[in-house]
């Protein structure tokens, strides 16, 4: 380009978007475009948004209005277009595009390869037709041997070509691709030690309430070398933790013809030099087979964490989400998870007033929840969502229900995840200091500060937080990992002391 524009990502959603606005950041800035935290300070603001569920896409709109306002004149802003990318712009397409003038663009995943050329366009007052929604679930799989060549254009991979970024050797510095040449470049847009990585995208899994493969199309993984390369990449860029994300991890590799790749890559990801912690989310508790538990809890710097989707535990309500499983079932498995790493940290989200549920369905679930012990739960009241097959249902709730249940389930799994933190006192935990708190004014010993961290079975934002307070706080550094006992809670979190003979790694990673 002439001249040198400026982009901001804003980025909603879950961790898989986060990898996203880093994608398309390393195409902008191999493009020549300049990245800027401050959407006031961009030319463009790109937001990339969350089309999940209501509340979710309720926030992308904010954010997109929010975005709109800085173009007014007097703001003292240099933003001159707001561009919508990411699920919500990929499921809506041209509707949103109707519904919602205020936004300049409405890109998909199809438009990420060009996102230069489009913001480009967009920024001189041109129009880019957004595109018509369909459903990516209709699209032929790719088979392994079509992306032995090419990097599938993710997390799109609807058109069976190769990535158009830059090769290696034209890359400014600063900037590595994700592996090969023909990889999507990847830039960070934070200095976290803590990066996620995309093992796939896509879900062939059909549950009646999501309609997360509709738009993310078929599952399609990616190839380990190109994973393990990522991971080198961020180690280099002083990340210590990755985690693994993707639509479901457990199916990891089953289209390439090897179901237990996961199991293969996971040593081989403790192995890079760098990092400190692997963590696998997204585990569908029908897959999840003992070779897997196995490697999850017996594999150094591998965390045993099991980010498990039960979503509910009556059967009844199970088989029309179109999933498996009953509460005994899911006892079993926790159980044997914790023969094998009796620490081992557990998550799971649950959905309360599913059509046709019973109060005696909630009951199995109240029962379940309190056998679990779950380090971290998510209730979520169900509502329709358009294109799902649960939206046709009869015998739905009345939102006062869903309401009453919601309210009902979430005091329960508070209590109950505030008990299993207490189970923890006594504990020893390595944690990574992550931040830094003040209470008060400081009186010179740093009895004010606080160090926040996260142990092995706690996960970035989801999962609660470790405390070291006093004293212990005074010489820790964000990125470092320490040995502490935890001696305390509060709510969910967890207060810790120091241990004399501490182990510390990666000070000011």
Not at 15 to 38: I, K
Not at 211 to 224: C, E, L, N
Request: charge should be negative; aromatic fraction near 4%; glycine fraction near 10%.
């Amino acid at each position: 380009m002439s001249e040198r524009r400026t982009v901001a990502l804003v980025t909603l959603g879950c961790a898989r978007n986060e990898v996203d606005s880093e994608e398309l950041a390393g195409r902008l800035a191999a493009d020549g475009w300049d990245l800027v935290d401050d959407a006031t300070e961009a030319d463009v603001a790109v937001v990339n948004t969350c089309g999940f569920v209501e509340a979710a896409k309720k926030d992308s709109v904010d954010a997109l209005l929010e975005a709109n306002d800085l173009k007014a004149p007097g703001s003292g802003s240099r933003t001159r277009a707001v561009v919508a990318v990411g699920c919500m712009a990929e499921r809506y397409g041209k509707d949103l595009a109707e519904a919602l003038p205020e936004a300049d663009g409405v890109l998909g995943f199809d438009d990420y390869a060009d996102i230069s050329d489009r913001l480009q366009t967009i920024l001189a007052g041109g129009v880019h037709a957004a595109h018509t929604p369909r459903d990516r679930r209709k699209l032929l799989p790719i088979s392994p041997a079509e992306r032995q060549g090419s990097e599938v254009a993710l997390p799109g991979h609807g058109d069976r070509t190769g990535s158009s970024a830059p090769v290696a050797e034209d890359l400014p510095p600063g900037l590595a691709p994700a592996s090969g040449p023909r990889a999507p470049l990847r830039r960070r847009l934070n200095s976290s030690p803590v990066a996620s990585i995309k093992l796939a995208s896509g879900c062939d899994r059909r549950c009646s309430f999501c309609a997360i493969p509709s738009f993310r199309g078929s599952f399609v993984s990616r190839r380990p070398s190109d994973v393990l390369g990522e991971a080198r990449w961020l180690a280099g860029e002083g990340v210590s933790e990755i985690m693994l994300v993707s639509e479901n991890n457990t199916s990891y590799g089953k289209d390439l013809g090897d179901i237990r790749l996961l199991e293969t890559l996971l040593p081989e990801l403790a192995a890079v030099e760098g990092l400190e912690r692997i963590r696998v989310s997204y585990l569908q508790p029908a897959e999840l087979r003992p070779g897997l538990i196995d490697v999850l809890t017996g594999t150094e710097k591998v965390a045993p964490y099991f980010d498990l989707s039960f979503q509910h535990s009556a059967p009844g309500v199970l088989r029309a989400m179109r999933r498996f499983g009953d509460t005994e079932r899911f006892l079993e498995l926790l159980a044997a998870i914790r023969v094998r790493a009796p620490q081992a940290g557990v998550r799971s989200n649950f959905i309360v007033g599913f059509p046709a549920e019973t109060e005696a369905d909630v009951t199995e679930l109240e029962r379940f929840l309190g056998e679990a012990r779950l380090d971290a739960v998510g209730v979520f009241g169900y509502s329709d969502e358009e294109g799902t097959e649960a939206a046709g249902y009869p015998g739905k709730n009345s939102a006062e229900v869903v309401a009453e249940r919601l309210a009902r389930v979430s005091r329960l799994a508070e209590e109950l995840t505030a008990q299993r933190a207490e189970e923890r006192i006594g504990e020893r935990a390595r944690v990574l200091i992550e931040s830094f708190e003040h209470e008060g004014p400081d009186d010179g010993a740093g009895e004010s500060l606080t160090a926040v961290g996260r142990g092995v079975h706690q996960a970035p934002e989801t999962d609660g937080q470790i405390m070291i307070k006093g004293p212990d706080a005074r010489d820790l550094k964000a990125g470092e990992y320490v040995d502490a006992e935890i001696v305390a809670t509060e709510g969910v979190d967890l207060i810790a002391v120091l241990r004399p003979a501490a182990g510390r790694a990666g000070a000011g990673r």
